[in-house]
């Protein structure tokens, strides 16, 4: 953020502290102003943050520095033209009593706090529909609450019938109750899910039916909830890495380069340049591997499993590349803060020219039987259209916002890794519906490739590791011969990196769009906390907008389309 | 009735029955290994009885070993019973039955009797198969609402209206067709088809009444329920609709059943535009005067064909990787003997045939076998593009099925008749 827009924003809210981390500004504001503040971030025309990317909260309990309440609220904003980010703090004095909800500035806020509600047990006052969303509804506690005992195992096994919420949500689109028993308009319930073909996870879709038409619905999600932000808090810097991996499982390797390159940007550690050039290689290879998954499987959906081949043959080829490098298929675990596990092997970029061209050549094969066939585009144009507005308010990044029309990509808007010296563009879609969805990846594919082709000429030689000894491990020889390299590796494995106390937000250029970390840092070698921002978290928020009107068979392949992924949604 | 009589009664019942389950196998076997080849795959060739897998055949067995020995679930939860376990039967005997009018080869003339070659000798002919098929949908409505799921009753009411809707296009460009032909006799169709246009096209159907065949293929792939009218089923949407309570041989009834389905439609759309059991330019009578010439160019053919197989055969069948004693290469060796031995049989016949039986009733029996093989490869053909189709393209929504159904085929079919008769009066 520059120094006129952080003027700007003193000017504006004179009575708040405003400081800036790394890229972003931080306004402390007290909860009787939050809504204020946010709603002059929205709709300012000077600031206009469309984007609210994540809600989270801090648990102060155990934090060596005393602080002003025991909670804290953090909104994450993105202007997305003038690539601002914004975090509003608020302390929370009394969860039990809440502080005002920001739903109606912003639709993402609805499952935002819901979360924050569900894992520290602050109240929304005002919020439609405040309820658990990771956990189990009859869970008791909340996790993240540092007093939460973690050895308490609950087990819940109730299903939640959500005839409540999809009764709402009727009536909020005008179905009376004597529409509903009227036998000839009659409604029909229907799960989709949570262990459904098209769900390709576990999720739960709950919709109401008339006839083959979604009138109303709901979602369940959390079913692969397994605390990753609560481990985290557990473990050192480095440990956590290889939960990243299980993140978003397609593309695992990007959530580790993300997940490293944010506690990497906080150490001020500037990295290799190979190292850079690799994680460039290897998250856009990750990438064009995630949008094979997603396309195949939603042209599986559609019924084209031909494709699914095409597409996948060349997927699981590649795996051979990445078992070679990483030594293994999903869980890659390959970066490290500071630097990468290992360099290339030799003779890569043969085997990664083989793979790109046998990529390229699958692609084109499903392209051509889609890009001309008249079902497919039956079936996906103008079909679960989520219009511009609608798709910032959801907080909808990546593939599927680009699909609405918003040309905004973190690589070419915050370029780091020196993504601003190669040259690809940003497919951006006009109407926002499958089709536009579909075909961005399609392209995206053929982007990724370009850079990687371009990466790979440009890589230079040299290191992968940053010769810090405040990350790096120091070399075998020191260790065994020296007391000080022996002490070095000795603190470096069991009390992790240690990190500066502090607060900071970081992103990433995911596949699936913008996959954010939110760390709190006592000092120590643990996050104190670590929050992940998935990308279709957010998405998943606004899939009832999109498939509300059409049918069964469109809300199928549009789940498909938006590429959800339990292991991110859920952590 | 002679025992002649009784012996051909038996043969065109067992031909009738037998040859649409025979082919259960052959398509299930065609389906995945054609779904593989499309798909840049190897498909099933593991399952094998002492090392023989008949290029994958022997994992029908297999399957059918699996269905037998499954648990039969009849969910707690049906009211229906009773409904629940004869819907898969109704929808396998329709299937089944439905062949029972289709002529498989002409007319047999032996000793101044006439024997029909088709299951049931009946007039109904086209009818009959319109008939059976529209009653088929009852057995996939009655297993959707007996299972008491409502994946099934969607997947049952999806199923309903798509065979009412597709059997109106089905039948309107079908009349069209009985304009040309002027019959609705199965075999008479055929012999018609038997004729030359311009003295050198063969008058197929699909050359007489081109949007009547589209419009007919169209719907006789929604009739048979498959990709991309696979609503009734669409794994992805309705996990397997109507047949999703189903497990065992009772699944297994309504899997075959749509086998058969595909089998019969093939059958009948070859009846109707591909000349049936015709083979082209040679007409009955035209084999039954030249059969001693025909039967030396198959003396000929036959070896050249098994030669060039086999070669193919030993080529490609062998593994891929080095191992001692190629058990695939074995394999193929004993295939090649197998062949050989059915090449020389072949042969004897033929040179029997030749040698003391050439001229009156052999002739005849010799070009009914060459029409029910005719017949028989040219519905495999069809049935290839059956799978073709389900391997290409994705799957309509059900407004757009209905869309189609209604306001594209519905018109054309109505407007080809306009056409026709037009064509036809004004020619006549």
Not at chain 2, 65 to 72: A, N, S
Not at chain 2, 184 to 213: D, T, Y
Not at chain 2, 405 to 428: C, D, E, Q, R
Request: net charge neutral.
């Amino acid at each position: 953020m520059n120094a006129t827009a952080l003027e700007k924003l003193q000017a504006a809210f004179p009575e708040a502290t405003i400081s800036t981390v790394l890229d972003s500004a931080v306004i402390a504001v007290q909860p009787e102003r939050l809504i204020e503040t946010l709603s002059h971030l929205k709709n300012d025309k000077d600031f206009k943050f469309s984007l609210l990317l994540d809600v989270t909260a801090i648990d102060y309990l155990e934090y060596p520095v005393a602080q002003e309440a025991r909670f804290a609220l953090v909104y994450t904003l993105r202007n997305w033209q003038k690539n601002m980010v914004v975090q509003v703090r608020t302390p929370v004095h009394d969860p039990d009593a809440g502080v005002p909800t920001a739903t109606h500035l912003w639709d993402s806020a609805n499952w935002g706090e819901r979360e924050v509600y569900d894992q520290y047990g602050i109240r929304f006052i005002g919020h439609p529909d405040l309820r658990r969303i990771l956990n189990h509804w009859q869970f008791k506690g909340h996790p993240l609450r540092k007093d939460y005992p973690i050895k308490l195992g609950q087990i819940c096994y109730e299903t939640d019938s959500m005839e409540k919420e999809i009764r709402a949500r009727l009536a909020l689109k005008g179905v009376s109750q004597s529409t509903m028993q009227d036998i000839n308009t009659e409604i029909m319930f229907l799960n989709l899910g949570p262990s459904h073909p098209v769900t390709h996870g576990a999720i739960r879709i709950l919709t109401a039916l008339d006839g083959e038409t979604i009138v109303a619905n709901v979602n369940e999600i959390g079913y692969l909830h397994r605390g990753f932000e609560k481990t985290a808090e557990n473990l050192t810097y480095n440990q956590v890495i290889p939960l990243t991996d299980r993140l978003n499982y397609c593309s695992a390797l990007m959530n580790n380069i993300a997940y490293v390159k944010a506690v990497e940007s906080w150490l001020g550690i500037e990295i290799t340049e190979r190292t850079k050039f690799m994680r460039v290689v290897m998250s856009e290879f990750f990438r064009i591997q995630d949008h094979l998954v997603c396309i195949a499987a939603n042209l599986v959906d559609m019924g084209g499993l031909t494709n699914y081949w095409y597409l996948y043959n060349e997927k699981e080829a590649s795996y051979d590349l990445i078992s070679r490098l990483t030594g293994a298929r999903l869980t890659s675990s390959f970066t490290r803060i500071g630097g990468m596990y290992r360099d290339f092997y030799e003779g890569w970029e043969a085997d990664m020219e083989n793979h790109i061209k046998n990529i390229e050549k699958g692609v084109s094969d499903s392209y051509k039987l889609v890009a001309q066939n008249r079902i497919v585009h039956d079936r996906t144009q103008g079909v679960c259209v989520m219009s511009k507005d609608l798709a910032l308010s959801y907080g909808f990044t990546g593939p599927c916002l680009r699909a609405s029309g918003v040309p905004f990509d973190l690589r070419k808007d915050a370029p780091y890794y020196n993504y601003d010296a190669f040259d690809f563009e940003v497919p951006v879609g006009t109407k926002g519906d499958l089709y536009d969805r579909l075909m961005i990846r399609y392209e995206e594919i053929f982007q990724s490739i370009k850079i990687i082709r371009q990466a790979m000429k440009m890589i230079p030689e040299g290191p992968i590791f940053v010769s810090d000894h405040r990350v790096a491990l120091p070399p075998k020889s020191q260790v065994y011969g020296k007391i000080e390299g022996l002490a070095n590796h000795f603190k470096l494995i069991f009390e992790g990196v240690k990190t500066p106390p502090g607060e900071w937000y970081d992103s990433f250029e995911a596949a699936n769009g913008e996959l954010g970390f939110h760390f709190v840092s006592d000092g120590s070698g643990r996050p104190y906390k670590v929050k992940v921002r998935p990308p279709c978290f957010y998405i998943m928020g606004g899939f009832h907008e999109m498939v509300e009107g059409s049918m069964i068979a469109d809300a199928v392949i549009n789940l498909g389309c938006i590429n959800i992924i339990g292991g991110e949604l859920d952590r | 009735m002679s025992q002649l009589d009784i012996l051909l009664v038996l043969l065109r019942v067992a031909v009738g029955a037998f040859v649409p389950l025979c082919f259960i196998a052959v398509l299930v076997w065609l389906e995945r290994r054609g779904a593989a080849f499309f798909q840049d795959r190897a498909g099933p060739n593991r399952a094998n009885i002492f090392g023989f897998r008949a290029a994958g055949l022997v994992q029908n067995a297999a399957d059918g070993i699996k269905l037998i020995f499954k648990e039969d679930v009849i969910p707690g939860h049906s009211a229906h019973k009773f409904y629940f376990v004869l819907a898969p039967l109704i929808v396998f005997f329709c299937a089944l039955v439905s062949f029972a009018v289709v002529p498989f080869a002409d007319t047999l003339v032996l000793e101044g009797k006439q024997y029909i070659m088709q299951g049931i000798p009946m007039d109904l002919g086209i009818l009959w198969f319109l008939a059976i098929t529209g009653f088929a949908v009852y057995g996939i409505i009655l297993a959707g609402w007996s299972s008491h799921n409502k994946y099934g009753v969607l997947g049952a009411l999806r199923a309903s209206a798509q065979v009412i809707s597709y059997e109106i296009p089905m039948g309107l460009a079908l009349v069209s067709l009985l304009v040309v032909y002027g019959t609705i006799n199965l075999n008479e169709i055929v012999h018609f088809q038997g004729k030359l246009l311009f003295g050198f096209i063969p008058m197929w159907g699909v050359v007489l009444q081109p949007l009547a065949a589209v419009i007919f293929i169209v719907s006789a792939f929604a009739e048979t329920n498959r990709t991309p009218f696979d609503l009734a089923e669409g794994e992805s949407e309705l996990v397997a609709g109507f047949h999703v309570e189903y497990s065992a041989m009772k699944f297994a009834l309504f899997f075959m059943g749509e086998y058969v389905a595909m089998f019969v439609s093939s059958s009948i759309i070859i009846t109707l535009f591909f000349g049936g059991y015709q083979i082209p330019w040679l007409s009955t009578e035209t084999l039954v005067a030249y059969a001693k010439p025909v039967s030396m160019l198959l003396m000929g053919l036959v070896p050249v064909a098994a030669a060039l197989f086999c070669g193919w055969m030993m080529k490609n069948n062998k593994s891929h990787y080095d191992r001692p004693n190629d058990p695939r290469v074995r394999e193929a060796k004993v295939y090649r003997i197998i062949i050989w031995m059915m090449v020389v049989v072949v042969e004897a016949v033929l040179v029997g045939y030749l040698l003391y039986a050439a001229g009156g009733a052999a002739d005849r029996i010799l070009v009914v076998l060459l029409q029910i093989v005719t017949f028989l490869v040219k519905t495999f053909m069809m049935c290839f593009v059956y799978v073709w189709v389900r391997w290409t393209l994705p799957r309509f929504r059900y407004d757009q099925l209905q869309l189609l159904g209604w306001k594209m085929l519905l018109p054309l079919a109505l407007l080809n008749i306009f056409i026709t008769s037009a064509v036809v009066v004004a020619l006549s």
